[in-house]
């Protein structure tokens, strides 16, 4: 198949890579024009800009936030400034009411717009393990599914309106966040009181913290491998802004949201913008003078 693949960076570059692996043609595009580098050495053609990937038959983009997909779809040299039907899958970790902008102005053209945000760290999209989420009209998502498989373990599909895959991506994040400070506070207190994080850890994901979470992260948090960043920190704080968003539309408190961003934003005050975002450990760390 004949894809464009807009956005190369941790996430999108080892995406692309699977995909030509697998023997598709891809057209390739990044803002910064030398991450498109490694793929065109891959066997990936070079597209001049955004609408230059339209002409494929299918196109990929994930981006880093709000702005900068809606450049892509919107502007001068966007997707939808050519009014060739195109069936764009947004993998994008941006807000539900700008996938809905989108998917209207993509059916309004006669294309169609999937939602498919993942779940997974740059070593799993790398070794094409991501979850997907997907979601769209059942004819786009049976187009998509075979790409979904070669790039994925597992694709979940969550109905036809594509924002609802950004909703849940939203809260998979906020709840991921949520883990990793319920895991520095315990450690922190673990450490504090006499026992090793590490006796902490295996104890509880050998019982009743079995996810492959609690492993990823506790073994971050222990080793304090917060740099180079697997998900920036100003990434993390962007989607907590988003929920904050979808929050407040919805009328729904959400007091726990308040101290990660408060966190997020120590972390990046304290260690800089390109730390990950479970460097939030240190914070609570410090605020418990556990150093």
């Given at each position: 198949m004949k894809i464009g693949f807009i956005g190369l960076g941790q996430m999108g570059a080892?995406?692309?890579?699977?995909?030509?692996?697998?023997?598709?043609?891809?057209?390739?595009?990044?803002?910064?024009?030398?991450?498109?580098?490694p793929l065109i050495a891959a066997g990936a053609q070079a597209a001049k800009d955004p609408q230059d990937c339209a002409s494929q038959d299918i196109v990929f983009s994930i981006?880093?936030?709000?702005?900068?997909?809606?450049?892509?779809?919107?502007?001068?040299?966007?997707?939808l400034k050519n009014h060739h039907p195109t069936l764009h899958v947004t993998m994008s970790t941006i807000s539900p009411a700008l996938v809905d902008c989108m998917a209207a102005a993509h059916r309004s053209q006669g294309g169609d717009?999937?939602?498919?945000?993942?779940?997974?760290?740059?070593?799993?999209?790398?070794a094409a393990k991501l979850f997907i989420i997907a979601a769209g009209t059942e004819k786009s998502l049976d187009l998509c599914e075979p790409l979904f498989n070669i790039i994925g373990q597992r694709t979940i599909r969550v109905g036809a309106a594509p924002q609802a895959a950004n909703l849940i991506k939203l809260c998979g994040n906020f709840m991921i966040m949520s883990a990793?400070?319920?895991?520095?506070?315990?450690?922190?207190?673990?450490?504090?009181?006499?026992?090793?994080?590490?006796?902490?850890l295996h104890a509880l994901t050998s019982t009743i913290f079995t996810a492959p979470l609690y492993e990823t992260y506790g073994q971050i948090l222990i080793e304090q491998k917060f740099k180079?960043?697997?998900?920036?920190?100003?990434?993390?704080?962007?989607?907590?802004?988003?929920?904050?968003?979808?929050?407040?539309?919805?009328?729904?408190?959400?007091?726990?949201?308040?101290?990660?961003?408060?966190?997020?934003?120590?972390?990046?005050?304290?260690?800089?913008?390109?730390?990950?975002w479970s460097a939030i450990a240190q914070v609570v760390e410090k605020d418990a003078a556990a150093h």
């Open positions: 080892p995406i692309a890579l699977n995909l030509i692996q697998a023997g598709h043609e891809l057209k390739v595009w990044n803002r910064s024009s030398e991450k498109t580098i981006l880093s936030d709000d702005q900068a997909a809606e450049n892509i779809a919107f502007g001068p040299s966007g997707l717009l999937v939602s498919a945000p993942v779940f997974g760290r740059p070593l799993a999209a790398q990793v400070e319920s895991l520095a506070e315990a450690m922190t207190l673990a450490k504090k009181s006499g026992v090793d994080k590490k006796t902490l180079p960043a697997g998900f920036a920190a100003p990434l993390g704080l962007k989607d907590m802004k988003l929920v904050s968003q979808v929050a407040e539309t919805s009328r729904t408190p959400m007091p726990f949201l308040g101290i990660l961003r408060d966190h997020i934003l120590s972390a990046i005050a304290q260690e800089g913008e390109d730390v990950d």
